[in-house]
């Protein structure tokens, strides 16, 4: 009895703890009350320990310049244990790193990043990597507006600049010296030279995040000095879309989802 009422009480405790996060990070201007609850509803639901949510409503972010990027998928990443890969992302996420998801295809990598960025209220802005990928799209070139030649920043570098998240997606795509621009922006300094435009310097909330799967073909090899820079959550394999569907379509016919099923794994 006297266990269960020691439970009881643990319980109670951090209920309170949590709601009185919730609570202060409305009185600070971190968002709407139900907005704010939906996002406690949603990490106590995975089990995200106590400190990592205190933590994360301590560091939701209240303005922003482009609010309109800031992403709320309409599922959740949903992870298999207290120790997964939301709770290692929003972790390592709160302690300023830059983060690589590695994992096959349809794990949910951008969906994770979606559901990290959602909590925090931090814009996200993605690029597709590819063999195709240049310095120029990386960093910008010279533009002529009005008849004046100046020039104009990549889209990359100025959210970046302005306080959003960056996600490349499948960045073992790239060229090499396309990583050279990745370890400029993730050392200590979190800066760049940019010719004929100037120093840019990473915003203190900004990051950078790579998704990579490793199997696929066309892929390159990152040296250590690029790996380093990104710490690495390895992804489970993918859930089953039948899964994915109810939670999404709950009153969906059983027939309609095994026929999305059989076109899922016809895709995948």
Not at 17 to 43: H, I, N, S
Not at 158 to 177: F, H, K
Not at 185 to 212: C, N, W
Not at 224 to 253: G, K
């Amino acid at each position: 009895m006297a266990t269960e009422e020691n439970t009881v009480c643990v319980w109670q405790e951090t209920k309170n703890a949590l709601d009185a996060a919730v609570e202060r990070a409305f009185a600070e201007g971190r968002g709407t009350l139900p907005e704010l609850q939906r996002k406690l509803a949603y990490l106590t639901q995975q089990a995200v320990p106590e400190n990592v949510i205190l933590q994360v409503f301590a560091s939701i972010q209240k303005d922003t310049r482009c609010p309109w990027m800031i992403p709320d998928p309409p599922v959740k990443f949903a992870q298999s244990n207290a120790c997964g890969e939301l709770t290692r992302a929003l972790a390592y996420r709160l302690s300023g790193m830059n983060l690589r998801l590695v994992g096959n295809k349809g794990c949910g990598k951008n969906t994770l990043m979606q559901s990290v960025d959602w909590v925090l209220a931090i814009p996200q802005y993605r690029i597709q990597g590819n063999a195709e990928l240049d310095k120029l799209d990386l960093l910008g070139g010279p533009t002529i507006e009005n008849g004046v030649m100046r020039y104009k920043l990549s889209d990359m570098l100025s959210y970046l600049r302005d306080g959003a998240d960056v996600v490349l997606d499948e960045g073992n795509t790239i060229r090499p010296e396309c990583a050279e621009v990745l370890r400029s922006l993730t050392d200590a300094a979190r800066q760049i030279e940019v010719p004929g435009y100037g120093l840019v310097k990473m915003h203190p909330v900004s990051s950078f995040t790579i998704t990579m799967n490793e199997d696929y073909a066309g892929t390159n090899f990152m040296n250590e000095a690029t790996i380093d820079r990104f710490t690495p959550i390895q992804m489970s394999e993918p859930e089953n879309i039948v899964d994915i569907l109810r939670r999404v379509v709950p009153d969906a016919p059983a027939e309609s989802l095994h026929t999305c099923d059989v076109i899922y794994h016809c895709i995948w």
